[in-house]
């Protein structure tokens, strides 16, 4: 099993910045992919990012070349750094992992709240 934890959340201006966490924790060695959600009030969930366990990124339109997603192999970390904010970024967001060989398991944190506004 996979246990994931987000953190660094907060109310932020437009045009800031804000670089969320996801720690991770149990059967490291078993993710392929990991990747970053997001959820706004009355909206479907939806893909923010993703790097796979190579190293190769993946990217929704709306955040290309604001957000970056990287980690922390030997801190077993997650991290989403979003520059230039929006107040359409503003959602709950979720640290997404999925493990597995044959069968492939798909956890998720808790999520942590980001809010741009002025």
């Known amino acids: 099993q996979v246990q994931l934890v987000e953190s660094g959340g907060g109310l932020v201006q437009p045009g800031g910045s804000l670089t969320l966490s996801c720690a991770a924790s149990g059967s490291i060695f078993s993710i392929n992919v990991m990747g970053w959600y997001r959820q706004a009030p009355g909206k479907q969930r939806e893909l923010v990012a993703v790097i796979t366990s190579g190293g190769n990124t993946n990217y929704a339109d709306s955040v290309k070349g604001r957000f970056t997603i990287s980690r922390n192999s030997a801190k077993n970390t997650l991290y989403l750094l979003m520059n230039s904010l929006k107040p359409e970024d503003t959602a709950v967001y979720y640290c997404?992992?999925?493990?597995?060989?044959?069968?492939?398991?798909?956890?998720w944190g808790q999520g942590t709240q980001v809010t741009v506004s002025s």
């Open positions: 997404n992992a999925l493990a597995g060989t044959l069968v492939h398991l798909d956890y």
